[in-house]
């Protein structure tokens, strides 16, 4: 299962980072306490450990915005957390190739509704950009859900098992890796620490 820790913003973020090694490091590029520009987002790679591939999260950008970034590799991975509809990742994608996760947010009742997103190539179910809550997870249906897909929304060490248990294809961390909104190291480090354990334990 893949981890992603996400809204690093300073050098100190990269540093817990690259400890903890997860498989994505997230930078937020849309309004946020978390916001990066380009240009910061750049510095902090330089820092970076090779093997973590930079995801870049956008509410609604230009296409011109993130095509540029992926151009200039600061980001490898394009995370939309807004109204992008299929048009729009047509046209991303002919524009750069980048790979795209597309959020999904979590309605209480109705069915899955990843289906209109046949071009993404993964869904990411949240409760709400930044929100930091979990919602409900008994009202998922792994086998609904027909492109990989990471779980977000309030992940933390202590429901981090519930959350493996629905077996996504990897958990978004973000406000369940901090204190009083700041990256936390030790917080981090258990979480990516309880993740591989529980991996190992179902391998075995």
Request: glycine share 10%.
């Amino acid at each position: 299962m893949k981890i992603k820790i996400c809204g690093l913003f300073r050098k100190e973020d990269i540093i817990y980072i690259n400890e903890a090694r997860p498989d994505y490091a997230g930078f937020v590029f849309a309004e946020s306490r978390r916001r990066v520009l380009p240009s910061q987002a750049m510095g902090l790679l330089e820092g970076l450990a090779p093997g973590i591939i930079p995801v870049g999260v956008f509410v609604d950008a230009p296409i011109a915005e993130i095509s540029a970034l992926h151009r200039d590799k600061v980001i490898e991975i394009a995370q939309l957390h807004g109204s992008e509809d299929e048009e729009y990742i047509r046209g991303l994608k002919e524009e750069c190739g980048i790979p795209v996760i597309k959020t999904i947010i979590h309605q209480p009742s109705g069915p899955f509704a990843g289906g209109q997103f046949p071009l993404a190539d993964y869904y990411l179910l949240d409760s709400g950009a930044g929100s930091g809550k979990a919602f409900n997870w008994d009202l998922i249906d792994p086998a609904a859900i027909e492109k990989p897909w990471f779980l977000a929304g309030g992940i933390n060490i202590d429901n981090i098992k519930d959350a493996m248990a629905l077996k996504p294809f990897g958990l978004d961390l973000s406000g369940g890796a901090e204190t009083n909104g700041i990256k936390d190291r030790e917080k981090i480090l258990q979480l990516t620490a309880s993740l591989r354990h529980e991996t190992e334990k179902e391998k075995k």
